[in-house]
């Protein structure tokens, strides 16, 4: 199992709705997923809105990907990038560490994952 951001072994993001790019529940990525969905997200509306307006819908189901789309409060494998864009927009969701992938500190800092963390569940 690959490590996540505080050198632990990678915990699951969530199985209702099931998330990760290979949809196994964990944030894994791998070189097949170029948008390195690595980091366990619990969206917010403002979050959700602020996707959208990025051009990516969480909100809408796309059942030919597996994506029953998403409400607030549920955990979702987001993409280290994006969350990211969200954090200098002032609307960067709550994070569960213990499922974000070691890789998204390529990214961000983690300090900065830290600040907005939240237990897990």
């Known amino acids: ?5 505080l050198g632990g072994p990678l ?19 791998g070189a097949d997923d170029r948008g390195l969905h690595t980091v366990c997200a619990q969206v917010t509306q403002e979050f959700l809105r602020f996707s959208q307006e990025s051009g990516n819908d969480l909100s809408t189901p796309r059942p030919e990907f597996q994506f029953p789309g998403l409400r607030p409060g549920d955990r979702w494998c987001v993409c280290v990038e994006r969350w990211k864009e969200a954090l200098e927009a002032g609307c960067a969701p709550p994070v569960l560490l213990e499922a974000c992938h070691l890789s998204a500190l390529e990214f961000v800092d983690l300090a900065d994952l830290k600040s907005h963390s939240v237990r897990p569940s």
């Open 11 to 29: 915990a699951s993001c969530c199985y209702q709705p099931l998330t990760g790019f290979y949809r196994d529940g964990f944030c894994r990525t």
């Open 1 to 5: 199992m690959p490590s996540n951001v």
